[in-house]
């Protein structure tokens, strides 16, 4: 496609449930990273998926967390058991190799009622 | 590891005007400093980055300087507009990593 494409959007969901958040990187980029910006704030990374290597998950905040890459492409954040501090926008990025410039999607809003 | 200190947090200039926006980082062995440019609910765009190899670089009216003894890096807008109005984040890569630590962001709004 023509850029990280995200979805859903938006999605709100209330303390307690599961969410999964997809993301589609540009077609060709081997690399994809996910991203978690709260409100006001930079971003913070999450974990990082290059081509058939073990991801590295050093960013993920806690055990609730966890991403999937299938097949070298869509990749899938699901995060259990939502908490209140779990809110914020979600970016997925992607980029031709591990050095090369990231290219952003446009995130997923996600509040915990 | 790694961090960056991103200043001012907010910044108003006048239409026309120039603005500089500056980040520190921490480990000398960081080696790619791209800067992004975030509007308001929309993904982060990068604009222009610049490797350690290279002490200035220029894009029309963005130029990216690089202090490799000071570790610092500035982003320069000149001859501001009003759509230059949103939020830049800096961002620095250690060498051998692929990972970028980004700084807290600077809001910038250019007044017409």
Known sequence: ?????????NKVTEKGKDVELR???????????WYRQSLGQGLEFLI??????APDKSGLPSDRFSAERTGGSVSTLTIQRTQQEDSAVYLCASSTGSYQPQHFGDGTRLSIL | GENVEQHPSTLSVQ????????CTYSDSA??????????????PQLIIDIR???????????????????????LHITET????????FC???VDSSYKLIFGSGTRLLVRP
């Open chain 2, 30 to 43: 960081s080696n790619y400093f791209p800067w992004y440019k975030q509007e308001l609910g929309k993904r």
């Open chain 1, 23 to 33: 993301c589609d990187p540009i077609s060709g980029h081997t690399a994809l990273y």
């Open chain 2, 52 to 74: 350690s190899n290279v002490g200035e670089k220029k894009d029309q009216r963005i130029a990216v300087t690089l202090n490799k003894t000071a570790k610092h890096f500035s």
């Open chain 2, 15 to 22: 239409e026309g005007d120039s603005a500089v926006i500056k």
């Open chain 1, 48 to 53: 990082y998926f290059q081509g058939n290597s």
């Open chain 1, 1 to 9: 496609g023509a850029g990280v494409s995200q979805s859903p959007s």
């Open chain 2, 91 to 93: 961002a620095a890569r």
């Open chain 2, 81 to 88: 507009q009003p759509e230059d109005s949103a939020v830049y």
